[in-house]
């Protein structure tokens, strides 16, 4: 399964929810997400991550990180992709950075998007 | 329903509109308690508790039920254990569903005859109603019972803080309940807040389950630190408290003290437990643990201690920051106290000001002297890093090629925490703080 189509199966499917490690999700992203072979496409399906609410439905097993979500944890991810690498480009994504903070449950993720907010204004 | 008196008492309202009891929320629905669909008490079905700020006037409003249809004139009123409900003179129609014979009055507001209690506390308020009916132009002076009726009410140091991002101003009712029995009398915010930490084992919470939120833990009956920092913040809310929330994560350096392969530092490491756990509830791996003398000089050696354990791990990522932990500041007269909800530790009181959040900048040296000294190298025994020990490299291998973070890292060497210098001197005279990390 190549990397987009795994995040599609964590957030964009219907089906009956397989379950998954979180560090295969980490790796799909860090490769959809990487500056040298990111698409537009692959940059729109990772704006629809941020903006997402789904719960990312893990193994019993897989490793979860401490300080926030898994969920939450996978967005701080997706921001360093988008905006650091490219802040310029970032701006187009203002609006969905805003949903993303409103959104976000952890405190921690609010303030970096808020941190990031201010790189791109 | 059964009724045992003429006219009983059927439900009890605390909070409504205009009233001043604080929003408290059941954690099991999400639904606020109290306004006009879930009154606090209601008879034989369900009995939420309601809050307020110490030395309310309390209104309440309260439900009658009749096994016939007939209007009654009537004074009423209700003598407590703790207050009594001031009498008052009321007309009861009594309305029911269609074919039924009973029914249920209006809400009648009435008042309590004194204030609650000037202290945080959990009161049991037992509430016997009674009612003189007015016959032959006057009222009756025989009481008629009307039932009984029970309450837990919160009395809160202050009302809770509504902070952008943070809180909101009502509280889940198991939160509420917790601190103001915890609490009970404390009078500042210091006091308040080491009651909480001090008591909040009882919650049988634990640490080192999956939960990052205050309902995902109330719920799954824990959490991790994400999670701890949020519910201490909640529950110093209640009382009206503010905590600030913080995570630290520590930045990972490579060609550390100049010297290639060498890493620091790459994880926090802690080998207590947890909040009602006994140990660590991570998969055992093999650490080796300096404990003698760090930097350790080139081409010279310390004795290393090889041991298998379940140690919690905390991972960095080299550049930038990844996990770490989450942990709580109260500012209270000028000092600096720090929480660690997770561990149930503190107050540790720094020289410090509250650091500033910035998720580009990492802080180190100096500005974290007291943090470290009077904090970090208790509440974690190790940092984990990768340094050579004479010819022998100790590497972490955390990630993979592709920045995976595998799912069995390696340790390299783990040092204990008060052994790392605030700043590292190298030969040639040049600094370099012990420890940077980013506080967001």
Partial sequence: MNPKELLESVFDSDDTPRQFHFNDIVTALNKLGDPGSRSRSSERFLVKILQSDRRIPLHPRSSVPHGMSPEDMLKSLILRKLVETDPENAKRYRAALEKAKEQASSITLKRIIGNHLKKIT | ?440
Avoid at chain 2, 36 to 63: F, S
Avoid at chain 2, 151 to 156: D, E, L
Avoid at chain 2, 300 to 315: K, L, Q
Wanted: proline share 5%; with cysteine; hydrophobic share 35%.
């Fill in chain 2, 1 to 440: 329903m059964k009724q045992d008196f003429l006219i009983e008492t059927y439900s009890v309202l605390f909070r409504f509109e205009g009233s001043e009891a604080v929003e408290l929320r059941d954690y099991r629905d999400d639904v606020p308690v109290g306004m006009d669909n879930k009154p606090e008490w209601l008879k034989g079905t369900h009995n939420y508790p309601a809050a307020y700020v110490k030395g309310t006037t309390v209104k309440v409003k309260v439900i009658f039920f009749k096994q016939d249809s007939t209007g009654v004139k009537c004074k009423i009123g209700a003598k407590g254990n703790i207050l009594d409900i001031r009498e008052r003179e009321v007309i009861l129609e009594f309305k029911g569903s269609s074919g039924s014979r009973g029914g249920i009055s209006e809400p009648v507001e009435f008042e309590f005859d004194g204030p609650l209690p000037d202290c945080i506390g959990l009161h049991d308020i037992k509430l016997s109603w009674y009612f003189l009916p007015y016959r032959g132009g006057d009222f009756s002076e025989k009481r008629f019972a009307m039932g009984e009726s029970r309450h837990t009410v919160c009395t809160t140091w202050k009302r809770q803080r509504v902070v952008p991002d943070e809180l909101e101003a009502w509280s889940y009712t198991a939160i509420m309940e917790w601190t103001c029995q915890w609490a009970a009398g404390k009078d500042n915010e210091k006091n308040i807040c080491d009651a909480i930490i001090g008591n909040l084992y009882s919650s049988g919470l634990r640490y080192g389950v999956c939960g990052w939120e205050v309902r995902g833990m109330l719920l799954g009956g824990g959490g991790w630190c994400g999670g701890w920092a949020k519910l201490f913040q909640a529950m110093a809310n209640s009382q009206g408290v503010y905590v600030h929330y913080y995570f630290f994560s520590l930045e990972w350096r490579t060609n550390f003290l100049g010297r290639e392969n060498q890493s620091g530092w790459c994880a926090l490491v802690n080998i207590d437990g947890g909040q009602n756990q006994v140990s660590p509830t991570e998969t055992p791996s093999v650490f080796y643990d300096n404990t003698v003398q760090f930097p350790v000089p080139e081409n010279e050696e310390v004795p290393i201690e090889t041991i298998a354990a379940s140690r919690y791990r905390f991972f960095s990522k080299p550049g930038s920051y990844r996990d770490g932990h989450c942990i709580n500041f109260l500012e209270y007269e000028n000092k600096l106290y720090l929480y660690d909800p997770s561990f149930g530790t503190g107050p540790f009181e720094l020289d410090m000001k509250l650091p500033e959040s910035n998720p580009d900048k990492p802080v180190g040296g100096e500005a974290l002297a007291s943090f470290k000294a009077d904090y970090l190298d208790m509440a974690f025994k190790f940092l984990l890093g990768s340094f050579c020990n004479g010819d022998k490299l100790y590497e972490t291998i955390a990630f993979d090629k592709e920045g995976q973070l595998l799912l069995v890292p390696q340790n390299g060497m783990t040092v204990e925490t008060k052994l790392i210098p605030d700043v590292i001197e190298s030969e040639n005279g040049e600094k370099t703080p012990g420890i940077t990390l980013y506080w967001i």
